[in-house]
């Protein structure tokens, strides 16, 4: 699996391999949480873990989770981590885990599957009560049937599943196969072991045979339930979630609260703190942050697709650097805040758009989106990467988001206020004399600002300056000095790449373009591919 190329690894029959978006919410040097501690919350406690998908560890009853450095060391409580890299789950309620309980004895209860399964068995118990056979060659059955048992069980849980599962069944039967490792056969042998049978029973355990097979299936049930009981709540949080019907635990974080597990990875003395957590609900929560309820559905779905393809993107581009995590939260990436109440347009854009993503010559574009693009030709903007993603650099304009209130924008700094920002790089600088714009690119995009602070001058980049003066809501602007006073004019929201959000909303809400003619227009050249998961 190692030796394949990239793209055979997430495309092959167009399809990707199972995986939760791993979306970065912190990250900080080992020192800094010495004195800075961070904490998470889950209502019913945690299981802390190493295994990747599965909540198999140890149980910390407590609400909160406190996580520290010491001597270049992450600590967790009171005891430091010996793994590079552990899981955090949240643990199910008292009542969570009841209701799987009785969803276990009331299958049992109900299920036929005793007469179709249980007649693989009857070797083994009839070598149990024989002197005469060798009872080893038969155990492996014993794990074998417990094995259909719980496939049997998990296919009749997706069966009553109506929304779009979170995993198949493969990989659940993966699960349950990892899980069981023959524990079934263990524990029947000590549970047989520990009977106190009289003679009596011996013979009648001889000599009758539909006796004989009720008296150990009656056995092997109670350890198959017990094992599935322990089983269910162990598994991916969205999947429980789905089975209960019920809303999921979830784990808080400086106050936002988030589905799924989390990742605390120790690498170059820096922890990362990763939400993992099933890709619908974390574009869920994308498109709530990055759109607008008023927006028609079309425009969502747009939004959606828009989202997830730069998502798949950032996922190929984590599996090639070989990063812990696949998405920044941020506006580096995309903003993501956890958990919320879900708005149904949100939710209906995501599921009627499922899996559908931008594709440029058959690979996932990267689907770069701004507010409002300030009508800049995005071919004309100095982009070394043009060559090498063509769709972003569309040759006509978007005129069509010129009615968005930050088509054109104004910021009015004083003397007084720049100094003191530039103070903060140059603190030697003590007053301005001019600031104007020395370089622009064919799309009119400031590349170079020129300041005059008497002494020497300073130049500084676009970059610079907007870090700056985070006020500045674009790289199109102008600089005009008015006594005083420095007024700086702009138009567009963003970086003025790719689909422009209030023009393709106006493309939707007056054109009735559909969201595949949006997002063509936004991003020539591409097409729309839909990607199907091996969960």
């Known amino acids: 699996m190692s030796k394949r190329p990239l793209w055979s690894l997430l495309f092959f029959s167009l399809s990707m391999y199972s995986f939760d978006v791993k979306v970065l919410l912190f990250k900080k040097p080992i020192c800094d949480l010495e004195k800075n501690k961070i904490e998470l919350f889950s209502q019913n406690g945690f299981i802390v873990s190493s295994h990747q998908a599965l909540a198999l560890g140890c149980e910390y009853p407590g609400k909160t989770i406190t996580i520290s450095g010491k001597h270049e060391s992450i ?28 969803l276990v004895t009331d299958w049992f209860e109900g299920d036929d599957f005793y007469q179709n399964e249980e007649s693989m068995l009857y070797p083994i118990f009839d070598a149990l009560v024989s002197s005469q056979q060798n009872i080893s060659e038969h155990y492996q059955q014993i794990n074998v049937y417990a094995l259909k048992i719980f496939q049997l069980f998990l296919q009749d849980c997706i069966d009553a599943i109506e929304e779009p599962l979170s995993v198949t069944i493969e990989t659940l039967q993966s699960y349950a196969d990892e899980f069981l490792n023959n524990r079934a056969k263990f524990l029947f042998l000590e549970k047989l072991a520990a009977l106190n049978l009289t003679k009596d029973d011996r013979k009648k355990l001889e000599k009758d045979k539909r006796y004989r097979y009720v008296f150990f299936l009656d056995h092997l049930h109670g350890i198959i339930k017990k094992l599935l009981s322990e089983f269910l709540p162990v598994l991916p949080v969205k999947f429980l979630q789905q089975v209960l019907k019920k809303d999921a635990v979830t784990i808080e974080f400086e106050n936002n609260k988030y589905l799924g597990s989390f990742l605390l990875f120790q690498d170059k003395k820096q922890l990362y703190v990763i939400n993992s ?5 974390y574009l869920l929560s994308v498109v709530k942050n990055e759109g607008w309820p008023g927006w028609p559905l079309e425009m969502n779905k747009v939004l959606a697709i828009a989202c997830r393809t730069y998502l798949i993107w950032q996922v190929l581009r984590a599996q090639k650097m070989n990063r812990p995590y696949h998405i920044e939260n941020g506006i580096k990436h995309q903003t993501y805040k956890g958990h919320h109440q879900q708005v149904a347009k949100f939710k209906q854009a995501v599921q009627e758009t499922k899996d559908m993503f931008v594709s440029y010559n058959d690979k996932p574009a990267l689907t770069m989106y701004d507010a409002c693009c300030g009508g800049i030709v995005p071919a004309n903007i100095d982009d070394p990467d043009h060559k090498r993603v063509s769709y972003l650099a569309r040759s006509y304009p978007c005129t069509f988001c010129k009615n968005f209130k930050l088509f054109h924008w104004r910021v009015d700094l004083s003397s007084e206020a720049i100094v003191k920002r530039l103070q903060k790089d140059f603190p030697k600088v003590l007053k301005i004399v001019d600031m104007i714009v020395q370089k622009r690119d064919k799309a009119g995009l400031v590349t170079k600002i020129l300041i005059n602070v008497g002494s020497r001058k300073i130049m500084i980049t676009e970059k610079k300056m907007k870090s700056l003066f985070p006020e500045l809501k674009s790289s199109c602007f102008t600089i005009t000095r008015a006594h005083r006073h420095y007024l700086i004019e702009g138009k567009g929201l963003g970086h003025h790449r790719g689909l422009c959000q209030w023009g393709a909303c106006k493309l939707i809400k007056d ?11 936004y991003y020539p050249g591409t097409k729309l591919m839909k990607l199907t998961y091996q969960r």
Not at 91 to 99: F, V
Not at 511 to 521: D, N, R, S, Y
Request: net charge negative.
């Open 277 to 281: 957590l099933d890709i619908d609900d």
């Open 511 to 521: 054109e009735h373009w559909g969201f595949g003619q949006v997002l063509q227009f």
């Open 75 to 102: 600590w967790l409580q009171d005891k430091p981590l010996q793994e590079k890299l552990v899981h955090l789950y949240p643990n199910l309620s008292p009542e969570q885990l009841k209701q799987l309980q009785s």
